[in-house]
């Protein structure tokens, strides 16, 4: 069974998000209030995953984003979500800046909801960036003048959206009752357009779609 360390100072956040994990088929094998706890845990127990809040004692800062990069230097395969009680962008495009997949960035309130909670959870392990919808919309909301996002169509814009939350071209196809062809061609043209270089790695294209999204 896949295993995972949870990590937040506030006790009963913590055990529903132990509870949800574990009826999203996960074992939640260690809970951790602030960042030295849970830095020792996922070293002792090796967890397949960890969930951490950002902000946790001693600062209440940016603790998630650290223990993220400690652990993932000396484990890369492990699968990290940092989960936020606000929209911040910067932190979550931070989190992604490490150049690895298999990360994360939820907000609390979307990880009360189990189906929304277990398919970030799914995608994560699979090896996939996954960024929460509300951030990549307070992107995508930012204006400046002669704006290229302006050249893009609804549709596009709609495929664009999807692809900064980390989806697949299937999956994006499925959600928005396309075929697969039709999504291919989008997603050409959008990269066209917004001047950003094609992939076929998924970490690299929510990076470059969520770069260009941040520089605005």
Known sequence: MTTAVVADDAVLFREGLTRLLGEAGLEVVGQAGDL????????????????????????????????????????????????????????????????????????????????????????????????DPAVVHELLARSTARDPLDELSGREREVLSLMAQGRSNRAIASMLHLTGRTVESHVRSIFLKLDLQPTDDDHRRVMAVLAHLGAR
């Open 36 to 131: 030295p706890g849970l830095l020792a845990l996922a070293a002792d127990l090796r967890p397949d995953l960890v969930v951490t809040d950002i902000r946790m004692p001693p600062t209440h800062t940016t603790e998630g984003l650290q223990a993220a990069e400690s652990l993932r230097r000396d484990r890369p395969d492990l699968a990290v979500i940092v989960l936020s009680q606000y929209v911040e962008p910067h932190y979550a495009m931070s989190l992604l800046d490490e150049g690895r997949a298999r990360v994360g960035y939820l907000l609390k309130d979307r990880v009360t909801d189990l189906d929304e909670l277990a398919d970030g959870v799914r995608r994560v392990l699979a090896g996939r960036s996954v960024v």
